[in-house]
């Protein structure tokens, strides 16, 4: 009679065994690795807006300065986003009969407010100052990247606590004088650690890395 | 290294005057910590799931709720809209929060408060500084308001005459109404008494409009006995201002430190400021059940409700005695009192009251609560004017003054519209009074109220009411100062409408908007000066308006009626059988709270019952009844019948049943339907506040009561201290072994290294009443939840401030201390030894933090914490309802199921104030940040601070030798640290 079992079942027997651990740990591994990766969380995707906004139009062929819409930054723990009336403030000189500016139109006649779509999220147990970061001399683009450059606005930094905690504990590479927060393309002049450590002196930054810090 | 074992009586200075403490008699009987099972901290149940849902099912449906959620909702984050404002109101910045001057207004007087609004939504309501009857601190009452604000249950849509009806056609229904030829004979109007200029100035239009229609006060009114004491005594109905900021205070049933009556604000800051430690004034109080200023009182008196005049009469005969000169000391002298009508005991303490008063001329006061009758009242005011301790009387402040019951002919056949603005008389009339009957017989019956409750059951045709947080009014506080209460929203519910608006229909002067009214008025009244714009401004700024208090009354005391008064009463007689006291409830008010979750579930300072109420008997009386704690009688008085669970109070008088007003609603809502059992239904018109023979009989049925008294024990250890004030000038060093540094094997806690601030918190027994504002406050500013009963009753619940409350010695007469504790931030905190995921860990300022994403729900710190501080999130209490998120603190985490939380000194206060401060290059200053307990607190009890700043409060009161730690042997190093109470006794054998 013929073996029952031919000499390469055994082989067979440990890949299945093999396949049968490892397809659910690689899969387990791969879903963990989606779930913190920019890709998994859709974060670094551009976010359409509800109606055609350009940041690239006002801000780089502008020039229109962050604070002039989003001057919540500098005073408030939010840097909001600007009521329609400020929109209108120029659009009811400029392009003011165009199609695509209705919803805004709509909005500062019926006050009803335009539902635009959040691009920079952080979880519900994060209490996060844009008042204190700014005027401490962290740039808007250090966190928003450049948004002059994009057609819709887009993620550019993780936003995880271990990179908050990369510049909490050490801000010195990221900070500027305060005239240039604003700035989208200034550039330390030199070393930015030097010119990090001045402003680090001038204004007393002394960023805090305890849990209270953020979570509360 | 913590001291393993029990410093039960060894870590407490010897003291001979300390008498032991103990939390309920349970514990008093067994000598130790009472039931087992409610002493423990999660005992057996506490990890149950609720009732109704089965465990299967709920994984079931936890089951359905992943797989429809998808894998992708496990890292993707919901997506989420930005609103910006089209057009931006005033002044507001989007995530800075407004603060907005208003009040509230109570039986007839107004608190000022101070509400925080984050994007128009009030969130927080604080005291207001400026404002005379708050002076910053808030009471429960206008705390918990803000929750009524937001209440799903509140009466969206207006009916007329059972017809669904938007408010304009129930306006032209009242306006047919108003166009009338009788001169308004068949016209009646049902009311709260008010302050408010403005309604009162509606009143007197309508009447001059309508010379024959009746404006008629209703509601249980607080000041009754009071009012007609003035009466009798000045000849006229005057409002007495509650200044008990004296040397020497007598309180008789006097309840004056209680959320219930008004003024109690100022009078407890008023009282507590005039009780240095190192100058004490002295309290004596008799009172007919135990209450929070029985619990401050330096010679605490038990009587019956009915003794009252016997002891007043005797009081005065004392007082008159030793004052003499004068015909009414001489009159007063003559008084006389048969003596089985007193015990030895009140007779004692009537003469020590009396030397003290007589000691202290010019500088005492005698006063009597509202539920005694008005001859008591006059007496005092007699004894008051006869020691020089002239009374502060002023114009009556509200109008039309409370009346406490209906008069007989109120709703004759006559009547034909009755316009009810009143909170639900339907409830709160006596049973006797034949209202609900009358009612019906009325036509056309409007009622306007925030709920569809008893009354609008009654009526066809309903206006719902607006919050007082949603319209313009305008408001007096109880020394005549007027405030401009200003709306912080927009009603809620579309169909509301404001008193003032429906008033004004009758008034005739509808065309105009409440705001326009209200500035009119205000423009006439101080003769409209060019500035009135400005001014008008100020004061919505500041909450008050300036030159308002009423002056002093000219009134002088009628001797011969007070005198006579008090020969022609009935001779006071021995007491014989029970007596009833019905007492508004600390919590519920009348009722009309009884829809307030938050109220619900604040345990009443004295009794700790929550999510009811219970026939309050004394030990010695529940043992001659034979009836224990739960158990249901049967009270019967006049003819009517109640069945009641009972719970016995230490320190109750014996053979005195006090019940509270205001459970057993019927229809108010989820929230408060059914709870408790409704005294008003013994509550005839001759006996409105009790009295009586009464009959208890056992039911043999128990009634499980939501007590926490003994909820988080710290294991019987002694740790509200109390010391006479003689022994501890005599001996200061009494607590140094409660201040030291116990030797410890830890190193010093290395993380504490900031040199910029170290946070920390005194809490001085000293001055707390045990009011439980600072609980409120604290559910309010965390987004504290409610648990519910059935939770209570499982030790679930949620409050992170907790007062406890110990009876010192005898349990017929004991001694009553209150006790805040909240985390206390150890500096050394046994909670972060253990915990596995590193969820709660030491900031550099000395905060013990939670930090509620990485928890997972061990609880393996509450089990190591010895000041059972932690509380637990066992089920998700939180409702992700519009209405509730609304109301939500938006600077402070939601917590879910399966987290620990507990007191973290308002960090969130301390990261703004530091965000202010820092971006202007600064630290943060004393006095920028303030805890929530800190502010509300009507006593300043709570202080908060950098032990750092060299002058700071809370540093001094660190260091004063009344401070002491917390079960300091286990060398925890609490930041909270409390100062003791003194007490200041009358001197054995005479003052």
Request: hydrophobic share 40%; net charge neutral; glycine share 8%.
């Amino acid at each position: 009679m013929a073996p029952l079992f031919r000499p390469g079942t055994d082989s067979v027997l440990r890949a299945l065994i093999a396949l049968a651990l490892g397809v659910p740990a690689v899969s387990l591994a791969g879903l963990l690795l989606l779930a913190r990766n920019p890709l998994g969380r859709g974060s670094f995707s551009p976010r359409e807006q509800p109606l055609p906004f350009d940041h690239r139009h006002h801000v780089g062929d502008e020039g229109i300065p962050c604070g002039y819409c989003h001057e919540g930054a500098w005073r408030s723990p939010v840097a909001g986003v600007p009521p329609t009336q400020r929109c209108l403030g120029c659009h009811a000189q400029v392009w003011n009969q165009s199609e695509r500016l209705e919803p805004v139109r709509a909005s500062g006649f019926d006050g009803t407010a335009l539902p635009w779509n959040r691009v920079h999220a952080l979880p519900d147990y994060v209490w996060f100052s844009h008042q204190i970061h700014v005027n401490k001399g962290v740039g808007c683009v250090t966190c928003h990247g450049r948004v002059d450059t994009m057609p819709a606005v887009q993620q550019v930094a993780p936003l995880t606590m271990g990179w908050c905690l990369d510049c909490h504990r050490d801000p010195t590479p990221w900070l500027r004088p305060l005239s240039e927060v604003a700035n989208l393309t200034w550039r330390p002049p030199g070393d930015p650690r030097e010119t990090g450590r001045a402003v680090q002196a001038a204004l007393g930054v002394s960023p805090r890395t305890d849990c209270n810090t953020c979570h509360f | 290294m913590p001291l393993l074992t029990d410093p039960a009586r060894t870590d407490v200075p010897d003291a001979p005057e300390r008498a032991r403490a103990w939390r309920s008699l349970e514990e008093w009987h067994a000598g130790g910590p009472g039931d087992e099972a409610v002493s423990r901290e999660h005992p057996p149940g506490a990890m149950l799931p609720p009732e109704g849902v089965a465990r299967r099912t709920f994984l079931q449906l936890a089951a359905a709720s992943l797989a429809a959620a998808g894998f992708s909702g496990c890292f993707r984050q919901p997506p989420e809209k930005i609103l910006p404002y089209s057009t931006p109101p005033e002044g507001l910045t989007p995530g800075v929060p407004l603060h907005f001057a208003t009040g509230l207004e109570w039986n007839g007087r107004t608190v000022g408060l101070v509400v925080e609004s984050h994007e128009g939504r009030p969130t927080k309501v604080e005291g207001n500084p400026l404002h005379p009857a708050s002076l910053g601190a808030a009471g429960v009452f206008e705390q918990a308001a803000l929750l009524g604000l937001y209440d799903p249950a509140r009466a969206k849509t207006a009916r007329l005459q059972g017809v669904e009806a938007a408010w304009s056609t129930v306006r032209d229904a009242l306006r047919e109404r108003a166009r009338r030829e009788d001169g308004g004979a068949g016209l009646r109007f049902l009311v709260e008494p008010t302050g408010s200029p403005l309604v009162q100035a509606l009143y007197a239009r309508i009447q001059q409009r309508f010379p024959s229609a009746r404006i008629i006060p209703c509601g249980v009114g607080v000041a009754d006995g009071r009012r007609e004491g003035t009466r009798l005594a000045y000849g006229r109905v005057l409002d007495v201002v509650h200044d008990v900021g004296r040397a020497v205070v007598v309180a008789v049933d006097d309840d004056f430190l209680a959320t219930t009556q008004p003024g109690n604000l100022r009078a407890a800051r008023d009282f507590v400021s005039a009780r240095k430690p190192e100058a004490m004034n002295r309290l004596w109080v008799a009172e007919s059940t135990l209450t929070l200023t029985g619990g401050f009182a330096d010679e605490r008196l038990r009587m019956r409700p009915s003794q009252g005049v016997a002891l007043m009469l005797a009081l005065a005969a004392e007082v008159g005695k030793g004052t003499g000169g004068s015909t009414l000391a001489s009159g007063l002298a003559s008084l006389r009192v048969p003596t089985p009508a007193l015990t030895d005991a009140q007779r004692a303490w009537v003469r020590g009251a009396a030397r003290d008063l007589l000691a202290h001329r010019g500088q005492g006061r005698v006063t009597v609560g509202p539920g005694q009758p008005p001859l008591v009242h006059a007496l005092a005011f007699a004894m008051d004017e006869a020691l020089g301790n002239a009374p502060r009387l002023i114009e009556p402040v509200a109008f039309p003054e409370a009346m406490g019951q209906l008069p007989g002919e109120l709703l004759d056949g006559r009547v034909d519209t009755l316009i009810i603005t009143a909170w639900n008389p339907a409830w709160t009339e006596a049973v006797d009074s034949g209202f609900t009957r009358d009612l019906e017989r009325v036509p056309f019956r409007l009622y306007h109220g925030l709920h569809e409750d008893e009354t609008a059951a009654l009526c066809p045709t309903f206006v719902p009411a607006t919050h007082p947080f949603e319209s313009w009014r305008d408001g007096r506080a109880p020394d005549g100062t007027a405030s401009v209460l200003q709306p912080l929203i927009a009603p809620l519910f579309p169909g509301a409408v404001s008193e003032v608006e429906l008033l004004s229909v009758f008034a005739g002067l509808d065309s105009q908007s409440p705001y326009d009214l209200l500035k009119s008025l205000w423009r006439e009244r101080t003769a409209s000066p060019p500035d009135f714009e400005a001014r008008w401004e100020a004061w919505l700024a500041d909450g008050v308006i300036p030159g308002t208090q009423s002056a002093p009354a000219r009134a002088v005391l009628d001797e011969a009626a007070v005198l006579k008064a008090a020969r022609e009463v009935p001779e006071p007689k021995a007491p014989e059988g029970l007596e009833l006291a019905l007492v508004l409830d600390s919590r519920l008010y009348d009722g009309r709270f009884a829809g307030n979750a938050w109220l619900q579930e604040l345990p009443d300072p004295v009794t700790k019952l929550t999510w009811d109420n219970a026939a309050l008997l004394s030990p010695a009386t529940a043992r001659a009844l034979k009836l224990e704690k739960g158990d249901v009688a049967r009270i019967e008085v006049q003819g009517k019948a109640l069945e009641v669970p009972v719970l016995v109070l230490p320190g109750q008088p014996d053979d005195t049943v006090t019940l509270a007003l205001g459970h057993g609603r019927e229809r108010v809502g989820p929230v408060g339907q059914g709870v408790g059992v409704n005294a008003y239904t013994l509550r005839s018109s001759s006996l409105s506040w009790g009295g009586g023979i009464t009959n208890i009989t056992r039911t043999g049925r128990h009634h499980a009561l939501a007590l926490t008294q003994e909820h988080w024990s710290m294991e019987g250890r002694q740790l509200a201290l109390q010391f006479t004030q003689a022994s501890f000038l005599a001996k200061p060093q009494a607590l140094e072994s409660l201040q030291e540094k116990p030797e410890r094997l830890y190193p010093p806690n290395a993380l504490l290294k900031s040199d910029r601030h170290q946070w920390a918190m005194a809490i001085d027994l000293h001055r707390c009443t045990g009011c439980s504002a600072c609980m409120v406050a604290c559910q309010a500013e965390n987004n504290v939840p409610v648990v519910g009963r059935d939770g209570v009753l499982r030790s679930r619940e949620m409050h992170w401030l907790r007062i406890d409350r110990y009876f010192l010695g005898d349990p017929d007469d004991p001694g009553f201390i209150t006790q805040p504790v909240a985390c206390v931030h150890c500096e050394a905190a046994p909670c972060e030894y253990v915990c596995p995921v590193n969820a709660t860990v030491h900031s550099d300022e000395g905060l013990n933090q939670m930090v509620y994403n990485r928890c997972i729900g061990t609880r393996y710190c509450s089990n190591n914490c010895p000041y059972k501080v932690r509380r637990f999130n066992y089920l998700e209490y939180q409702r992700r309802e519009p209405l509730t998120q609304l109301r939500q603190n938006p600077d402070v985490t939601v917590r879910s199921r399966g987290v620990m939380e507990k007191c973290t000194y308002c960090v969130q206060r301390i990261e703004r104030a530091r965000t202010v401060a820092r971006s202007a290059q600064r630290d943060v200053r004393e006095g920028e940040v303030r805890t929530a307990c800190q502010q509300a607190c009507p006593t300043e009890a709570i202080t908060f601070g950098d032990l750092r700043a060299p002058d700071s409060r809370v540093r001094r009161e660190h260091e004063d030798p009344r401070h002491y730690k917390l079960l300091n042997s286990l060398g925890t190093q609490p930041r909270t640290v409390h100062l003791v109470r003194l007490k200041n006794p009358a001197p054995k054998g005479g003052a």
